[in-house]
């Protein structure tokens, strides 16, 4: 998985391959479905969501550019898969899933494999405002736009990683807060994401 889905695609950067190399991806990764973990596309964990295909994972951790230290807020813990490559990048992980199942799934991998990362049940379109300011947001699920508390949870100088686009389709967006009211876009790639549900996301 490591070199043939990450490495040959362009992701060189040693951390993240340690990252990924360490992380066992199996143990996000419902016991039906095990044998496919380390294969080249998503799968379902349940509850009519996924965890994401690990090529899409390690781009959006290389496009999220942590630094140790780092406070981050994800949207959509899903397996905790995404937490857990950063929070093995040593970042402090903060992270918003709208079904408990997940979240309670998610918490306990965690766990088990000491990783300290704080997940809360609720509408991530909302950030979690608790313990914001962030320096950076990563949002795993397709959203039509960015969430004004995301904007007010990001750090001036931040940056948020989101899928921006329709429920089908969408453009995996960089975006950098550049002051209180304003950011600027760049579009890393197109991307196909389940959709986020909530207040700012998409309805049920
Ligand atoms: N990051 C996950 C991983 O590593 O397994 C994959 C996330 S999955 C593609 C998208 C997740 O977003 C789902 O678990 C879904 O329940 C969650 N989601 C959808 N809408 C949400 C919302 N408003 N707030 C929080 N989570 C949401």
């Known amino acids: ?18 990252a990924f190399t360490d992380v066992p991806r199996h143990l996000f990764v419902p016991l039906s479905k095990r044998n496919s973990s380390y294969e080249d596309y998503p799968l379902s964990i ?18 999220l550019d942590v630094c140790e230290g780092q406070k981050v ?14 929070a093995h990048l ?12 997940l979240a309670h799934n998610a918490k306990e991998t965690l766990a088990r494999l000491g990783y300290s990362v704080r997940i809360h049940v609720g509408d991530g379109t909302l950030g979690w405002q608790e ?21 007010k949870q ?5 940056k948020l990683v989101v899928p921006l686009g329709g429920p089908l389709r969408q453009d995996l967006t960089v975006a950098q807060k550049v002051s209180d009211n304003d950011i600027q876009e760049d579009i890393v790639c197109g991307c196909m994401f389940v959709p986020l549900i909530g207040k700012y996301g998409y309805r049920e």
């Open 1 to 18: 998985m490591v070199h043939n889905q990450i490495f040959r695609r362009g992701i060189t950067e040693q951390k993240i391959l340690a």
């Open 131 to 151: 313990h914001s300011p962030y320096e950076r947001i990563v949002v795993t699920a397709a959203t039509p736009g960015v969430s004004p508390y995301w904007m």
């Open 73 to 86: 807020l994800e949207i959509g813990t899903g397996s905790g898969y995404q937490a857990a490559i950063l």
């Open 90 to 101: 040593g970042v402090e992980v903060y992270s918003v899933e709208r079904i408990s199942s």
């Open 46 to 63: 349940g509850a009519g969501q996924t965890i994401s295909q690990p090529y899409i994972v390690a781009l959006m951790t290389k496009v």
């Open 154 to 158: 990001l750090n001036v100088g931040g």
